[in-house]
C-alpha cells in the first residue's frame, strides 16, 4: 500500500516545477498510524502568481482546440488514469487512512466525468440564439456565447482529496480553461501525482497544483479569473470575503447536516443498510452523509435495534488491498475533538448511545462507529456538522414533524426519504429546503453527472454537474447582428427629428399597448 519512491519522487517533481530547493515544507502523514510519509515544497504567493501566469499563457491555445481536441489530451489522462489506477488507491490510502474500497471509488469516478464532459460539454456550451421578446427586433439575430474563464482556481478538502479536486478541474478544462489546484496540505499527493501524470502524456500546460495552507490559498484567489472551493462553512465565508478584493466570482460547496426520513411504511432492513452506508461510509467523512436519522414512533424501536446491530459488525482498522476492513482512520486530526464533542454532550444530555462512542485505543486516529439514539435538537449531533462515523436517530410522532426537523438547520446540501411509498416520498421530498433529495437511496445523486449538485441556506453557492456546471466556468457574450442590409443610419441615430421620433414612438405603442398584444396573442 506504499507510494513507491519512484511516485513520490515524481509528485515532488511536479509541485515543484521550479520551486525554490530551500523552500519550506510540511509534512504529510499516515492517519492509520500517525508517521509521515514525506514532505512537501510550499508554494510562495510569488510562486503561485507564477504559475497562474505561465498557465494562463497556455490557455488561448487550449481553447483554440476546441472541444474535440480538448476531450483528445482528456481522454488520453484518463486512459494515464486507468493505468495507473493501484498506485493512485495505494497513495490516496497512505494520505487519507481510508479503506481500499473509498479509495479505489476516486479514480474511476473521475475517468466517468472525463468521458460525461467529453460527450455532452460542447452541447451544454453551444451557442445559443434566443428569439427577439418584441416584433420591433425581428430584424435582428440574436446569440449568446459561452467563453471560459482564463484561469479556474480549484481549493478543495482532504475528505476526497481526488474527486472533490478534479470533479471541478475536469468540466473547467473541457470548457476551455486553465486550471491550478490547491489540494489539502493534509492530502496533497494524490493530485499531485495525478498533475505529474498530466505532464507525462505531453498534455498542454493548462494543469498544474500548488501546495501550502491559508497564505498559498490566499494567493491562488488573488491570482485566478474564477475560484471553486469545497470545505467548511467557515473557511468559505473567509474564502468569499478575500475573493471580494479582486471581485473574483466563486463558487462554494460547504457543510451539510444532511437527514434521512424513515416512514412508517419503509423497508426496514433496507432503511437500516441505507442509513448505516449512508452515514459511515467513508468513515463519516462525506459532506452529503446522513448525519441525523428521523424515524416514525411506530417503527423507532426496531430500526434503532437494527441499526444498532448492523453498525455493531462492521470491520474498522488500518486496511490493504484486501478489503479486509470497511471504516478507516479518521484523516484530519482535530476532527476527532470534534467528533467526541457531539457524542459526549449528547451522552451528558441523556441520549443513549448504542454502540461506539469513543476513541479507539492504539495508534491512528480511528473513532468508532457510532450510533445515538434518542437524540433531539438540543443536541450538537442534530445540528451541527460532525462530518465523522456518527449517527444520531430521533423519533417523530409522523412525516410532518420529521419534515419540521429535517429543515430545522443552517445547512441545505441534501437528504434521503425512505418509503415504500414513491409518490408520497416525492412529495415529501418537495418539501425540504435541500438541494437534492434520494428516495429509498442515499448518496447517488452525487453519481448522476447530468444532474445538478448545490447546497441551499450555508451549504454552499452555485452547483455541480449539468449544464450549470460547466456554465458557471465561462463568461456569457451576448452577439447582436442584422438579418438584412443596413441602411446608412437607423432612425433612432442622431440627429434627432420629432418626426422620426413620433413615428418610432407610434410604432412601439402599436407593439406594446396592452389591447393590441391581447388580440396579437401576445403575452
Not at 227 to 250: C, H, N, Y
Request: with cysteine; glycine share 8%; aromatic share 8%.
Amino acid at each position: 500500500m506504499e507510494p513507491t519512491a519512484t511516485t513520490e519522487a515524481g509528485a515532488d517533481t511536479a509541485q515543484r516545477n521550479g520551486a525554490p530547493e530551500d523552500s519550506e515544507r510540511f509534512d504529510v502523514h499516515r492517519p492509520a498510524d500517525g508517521s509521515v510519509i514525506r514532505s512537501v515544497a510550499v508554494d510562495s504567493p510569488e510562486r503561485v502568481a507564477e504559475i497562474v501566469a505561465r498557465v494562463r499563457a497556455a490557455q488561448p491555445e487550449w481553447e483554440a482546440l476546441g472541444s474535440e481536441g480538448r476531450y483528445l489530451w482528456l481522454g488520453r489522462l484518463r486512459d494515464w488514469m486507468f493505468d495507473n489506477l493501484d498506485p493512485l488507491a495505494d497513495i490516496m490510502q497512505a494520505e487519507t487512512g481510508k479503506v481500499r474500497a473509498d479509495a479505489e471509488i476516486e479514480a474511476p469516478f473521475i475517468c466517468d466525468a472525463i468521458n460525461f464532459w467529453g460527450e455532452r460539454g460542447a452541447g451544454y456550451l453551444a451557442d445559443e440564439t434566443p428569439s427577439s421578446h418584441s416584433p420591433l427586433f425581428k430584424v435582428k439575430r440574436l446569440r449568446i456565447t459561452y467563453r471560459p474563464y482564463p484561469v479556474v482556481g480549484v481549493i478543495s478538502p482532504w475528505n476526497f482529496p481526488l474527486i472533490l479536486a478534479f470533479d471541478d478541474a475536469i468540466p473547467a478544462l473541457t470548457a476551455g480553461a486553465a486550471v491550478v489546484i490547491k489540494p489539502s496540505e493534509v492530502t496533497p499527493l494524490v493530485a499531485m501525482e495525478v498533475v505529474r501524470g498530466w505532464k507525462e502524456i505531453g498534455a498542454p500546460d493548462v494543469l498544474d497544483v500548488v501546495n501550502g495552507t491559508a497564505e498559498t490559498g490566499g494567493a491562488l484567489i488573488d491570482n485566478v479569473d474564477y475560484l471553486q472551493f469545497t470545505g467548511s462553512e467557515r473557511t468559505g465565508k473567509i474564502v468569499m470575503k478575500r475573493a471580494a478584493d479582486t471581485l473574483t466570482p466563486v463558487s462554494l460547496e460547504l457543510g451539510g447536516k444532511d437527514p434521512m426520513i424513515v416512514l412508517r411504511d419503509a423497508n426496514l432492513d433496507r432503511a437500516v443498510n441505507a442509513a448505516a452506508y449512508g452515514g459511515l461510509a467513508n468513515t463519516g467523512q462525506i459532506c452529503m452523509a446522513i448525519e441525523r436519522v428521523y424515524v416514525e414512533e411506530p417503527i423507532y424501536d426496531e430500526f434503532v435495534t437494527k441499526l444498532a446491530d448492523r453498525v455493531r459488525d462492521l470491520r474498522q482498522g488500518p486496511d490493504d488491498d484486501s478489503y479486509r476492513q470497511d471504516l478507516g482512520a479518521m484523516t484530519f486530526p482535530p476532527q476527532l475533538d470534534v467528533v467526541s464533542d457531539h457524542v459526549e454532550e449528547a451522552r451528558e444530555k441523556g441520549a443513549r448511545i448504542l454502540t461506539g462512542g469513543r476513541r479507539k485505543d492504539g495508534p491512528g486516529d480511528f473513532y468508532e462507529p457510532t450510533v445515538i439514539a434518542d437524540a433531539d435538537h438540543t443536541m450538537k449531533v442534530m445540528v451541527d456538522e460532525t462530518f465523522g462515523p456518527v449517527l444520531g436517530v430521533m423519533k417523530v410522532r409522523d412525516a410532518d414533524e420529521a419534515v419540521r426537523m429535517a429543515n430545522d438547520t443552517r445547512y441545505g446540501l441534501s437528504a434521503s426519504v425512505m418509503s415504500r411509498d414513491t409518490k408520497r416520498a416525492e412529495e415529501i421530498a418537495r418539501r425540504l429546503e435541500v438541494g437534492a433529495t434520494n428516495i429509498d437511496d442515499v448518496l447517488t445523486n452525487y453519481f448522476l453527472q447530468n444532474l445538478p449538485m448545490g447546497g441551499w441556506k450555508k451549504s454552499g453557492v452555485g452547483v455541480r454537474h449539468g449544464a450549470h456546471g460547466i456554465k458557471r466556468f465561462c463568461r456569457t457574450e451576448a452577439i447582436v447582428s442584422p438579418r438584412f442590409p443596413q441602411g446608412k443610419r437607423d432612425p433612432l441615430w442622431f440627429p434627432y427629428r420629432k418626426r422620426n421620433r413620433r413615428l418610432i414612438g407610434g410604432v412601439f405603442r402599436f407593439f406594446t399597448a396592452r389591447g393590441l398584444r391581447n388580440r396579437l396573442g401576445l403575452k
